[in-house]
């Protein structure tokens, strides 16, 4: 009966081995823009583990303050692709990124580390320089959809005052000038559509920034928006049908910089402006499933309503939008 024992508690710890994940350690270094070390910042790295029953998973984590040189190591049990981590210091904006490239676990079971072992990953905080009010919004959310009024013809948008441009709406300006045309066929799915983008000032324009919105600082952008570089005109088309044959010009990370209502003197230079963001995609439909002849765009835009003011540094207490509904908030600088 000893040996029965004996025998069933080290099956039972066997499969308990075999049940365990394995361990990750990781090691935060986290810096400032100069690329010196921050020392007292706050970091942290969470780990991903199953759920106990059921599907899905569930998340641990570690936190500490970094020395001298910037360091922060933490050590847990992670699913291969579940690793996260972050940091942030008063005075800076947070910095997060993950990490999902684990190859292999080495060790006898119980005891099995995922391979890298104690890797170093930096983290970049940027300052809290000078943030400012802007005029920030979603438009196009599920509490105020933006309906194109016509397909196949240009209609300004006026970013003040959200809304088309007469006769289409109360908008005064044409910031933004929207001709959205294509194909929507519900049965069989087929979709190709078309937006193009444009500006009937010649030095207003629009420029792409690549920068993927899940990983760095919470200020994805620079705090400035260029001066110069930008494109008069800018066309994105989206093509796909019910077999998942598709032509997109879809980044997740796509952001753009703009200027408008730029004013310049005899000679062509500019002596006023109006800088901008766009953080993410320009998206549009021209229908869907349920409703095959709505029309709509959805984008995020930040404007500097001061003339010649690059700065796009957010202040999130500020927003000259006063009456926004919760979903088209802003909650990133």
Sequence with gaps: MRYSWILFFTL????????????????VKVINEDG????GATAGAGFTMPVKTGWGSRATGESGLTD?????????ETEQYGLGYSAIKDGYYRSFNKYNKFNEAKGILGFRKWQPWNLTVELTLKEIKKPVPLYVVTMGSIYRPL???????FIGFDLVARDWVAPYGTGAHEDFLFKISGEFDPSPLYVDQT????FNNPHDGIQSRFIKPDVGSVL???FHAPEDGYDNELTLRSKGDSKQHFITYHRDDQNFFFRVRTKTDDNGNIISALYGKIHGEISFTIGTLREPDKSSIHFTFYLNPVPNDTNLEFDLKKNLF?????GEKIRQP
């Design 68 to 76: 001298s040189n910037g360091l922060f190591s933490a050590e847990g």
């Design 36 to 39: 010196e070390p921050v020392e």
């Design 12 to 27: 039972l710890a066997f499969s308990l081995d075999l049940l365990a994940l394995p361990t990750a350690k990781i090691t």
């Design 147 to 153: 309906e194109i009024p016509k397909l196949g013809k």
């Design 322 to 326: 006063k009456d926004i509904e919760s």
């Design 220 to 222: 994805r952008m620079p």
């Design 195 to 198: 937006l193009v983008l444009k």
